[in-house]
């Protein structure tokens, strides 16, 4: 069965630090990947996507980034976090190769900007 | 533009009672549509999903969602809830604009509360 880890579960930073969120996926390969920020508990933010290795695509022009270094493997970094870099940060997959087309989430990063 | 909206922050419900949490769409094509909960501090868990077929859609725990297309609406219910169910409840739908990364538009999400 397919699983996806994130890492670190909580992060307290200071801002102008950098930051690396880091997502793998077990049991599938070539998965579609996405990263979201949630605010306040509540709407989920897409943030980006990638659909195989080295292909990231921006949904909010925004201090982050994301890369996809190996196929199952996506990371979300900042140079300089902001105090409105602070939220829930998700990541997740669904099948690369058409169908089903519901995605599933991990169990998110809080981090905390201070 | 397409879009979902949750038209309730929060439902309220006690427990033994059908609950029912609401959902409206609009997309271009067809719609794909889904349901997630969420349990404080966790990622979000996938409970059922209308891709075609019939309108009534069973998913996990005991939920099921009925898709009316003459209404854009795919609201979630359950015949009996549970306090267990309290949790925030997210609809979606696939942003068919978006072929290539087939993301997913959500809603800002009902809190349900059952109270026992």
């Known amino acids: 069965s397919q699983t996806i880890h994130q890492w670190p579960a909580t992060l307290v930073q200071p801002v102008g630090s950098p930051l690396s969120l880091e997502c793998t996926v077990e049991?599938?390969?070539?998965?579609?990947l996405y990263w979201y920020r949630q605010a306040a508990g509540r709407g989920l933010q897409l943030l980006f996507y990638s659909v195989g290795i080295g292909q990231i695509s921006s949904e909010v022009p925004q201090n982050l980034s994301a890369s996809r270094p190996q196929d199952r493997q996506f990371i979300l970094s900042s140079k300089k976090l902001l105090l409105s870099d602070s939220g829930f940060y998700l990541c997740?997959?669904?099948?690369?190769?058409?169908?089903?087309?519901?995605?599933?989430f991990g169990p998110g990063t809080r981090l905390t900007v201070t | 533009a397409q879009s979902v909206a949750q038209p309730e922050d929060q439902v309220n419900v006690a427990e033994g009672n059908p609950l029912t949490v609401k959902c409206t769409y609009s997309v271009s094509g067809n719609p794909y549509l889904f349901w997630y909960v969420q349990y404080p501090n966790r990622g979000l868990q996938f409970l059922l999903k209308y891709i075609t077929g019939d309108n009534l859609v069973k998913g996990s725990y005991g939920f099921e969602a009925e898709f009316n297309k003459s209404q854009t609406s795919f609201h979630l219910k359950k015949p009996s809830a549970l306090v267990s169910d309290s949790a925030l409840y997210f609809c979606?739908?696939?942003?068919?604009?978006?072929?290539?990364?087939?993301?997913?538009?959500f809603g800002k999400g009902t809190t349900l509360s059952v109270s026992s």
């Open positions: 997740a997959w669904r099948s690369g190769a058409g169908g089903p087309y519901e995605q599933y």
């Open positions: 979606a739908v696939r942003d068919n604009a978006n072929q290539a990364g087939t993301a997913l538009i």
């Open positions: 049991g599938t390969s070539n998965p579609n």
